[in-house]
């Protein structure tokens, strides 16, 4: 097919090893994507093509997964689906970006240790009817566990249980690769913060010092109404879009983290990532309408369950304990038929939070725990609070191929808790 380069963005994206200074005091060796975390901002509009080329100059193998994106199968990037990027070679990713939001990449091999270093960027999709605002700024929440030496640290046998069982959290915070960082916006204008959590297990409980701000859109874009709020929850792997200012000249206030238990042996604590700081006056020409889209339902709150999916953590012989789906590791979950309503039961019968994510394709929340959710969204990623359960409604559009779900806290990733399952052109059976 010949491409139509007025509608397709070319990127390249080269991982390797690098120092980074993630503030004047520590510099890292950080592994990325051209030299910098985050990676490069990668942007195109709706509808249009991206061909982005990977090279791998690390000393080992990596995949790129493209998170949010309702994509093929084959350009999924995860290595169910392809064959890792092994050192000096390169894979060319190639796939419409079918919806406007606020995605991200990251590596999708050896998470645990290649995205705490850094191998993440983010992926934005516009479109003409996102609200005019003044500006716009991408947020990169991460947080990194080093040693003195400013070293990732690996711990003795005891920490790695723990690491495992709780996920990694680290008290080096950043915000776009960096510690303590100032955030310069002007007065009087109106912004759009796309907030994007890349911690491997670090719930970002969002809060200004108490200022109110709008929530817009979430995972899979806009949602239908604006909605006005002083915190938000974003877990690993979600995306939050606010509304903030304008502000008034002079203020300060921070990016910051209220306490969040999530119910492991890691105390919740107030942390703060960045400052803000308001100068001098400019005019605005922003415009946020209250009703922002129609999000058509996809089914009603008692559409009948055709799958349960349930997460677990078992005391095991192996491990000490175990992190399943469908009492299984890696499970190998049934597959779907293209066009098939799925109304699906996911959930949580352990005693601690997991945040579930589908790969390429969003879903519906229409019940969390017997109750209709507060608004309608499109989610490719979804807290699980212990002992909890909700119903989540998605189609399998024509995409067929391999495509797993998973908990999004990498550790727990890492030790089992996620399955792979097909979506499969039912006509043929
Ligand atoms: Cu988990």
Known sequence: MQLDTTSTKYYQLTASEFNWEVSDEKTIKAW???????????????GETLVIKVKNHLNEPTVVHWHGIRLPSSMDGTDDTQKPIVPGEEFEYKFVVPDA??????????????????????LIVEDE??????????FMIDDMRLTADNEFKKGNFFARWFERHDGREGDTLLINGKENSIVNIHAGQTERWRFINTSSAKY????????????????????EKTQQVTEALITPGERIDII?????????FAIESLPYNRMTSIKPK?????????????????????NLRKIEALAPQDAPVTRKVKFSVVASWKHGIDFLVNNDVHTADKPVNIGELQIWEVSNTSLMDHPFHSHGFFFQVIEENGKAPAYKAWKDTYNLKPRSKVKIAWIPDNRPGRWMYHCHILEHHEAG???????VDGSNY
Do not use: C
Not at 101 to 122: I, L, P, R
Not at 129 to 138: A, F, G, L, Q
Not at 204 to 223: C, E, M, Q, V, W
Not at 417 to 423: D, K, N, P, T
């Open 32 to 46: 990325g994507f051209n030299n910098s975390i985050p990676g490069p901002v990668l942007r195109a509009k709706k």
């Open 101 to 122: 939001g606020t995605f991200w990449y990251h590596s999708h091999q050896n998470e645990t240790e290649q995205m705490e270093k850094g191998m993440y960027g983010a």
């Open 129 to 138: 009817t996102d609200p005019v605002t003044d500006t716009e700024r991408i």
């Open 204 to 223: 970002f409980r969002l809060y200004l010092s108490g200022k109110p701000f709008k929530i817009i859109a979430t995972d899979g874009g806009l949602l």
């Open 244 to 252: 903030a200012g304008p502000f008034t000249q002079g203020e300060t």
């Open 270 to 290: 107030h942390q703060q990532y960045a400052t803000v700081k308001v100068g001098a006056a400019k005019s605005s020409v922003a415009f946020i309408p209250e």
């Open 417 to 423: 808790m996620m399955a792979h399952f097909e979506v």
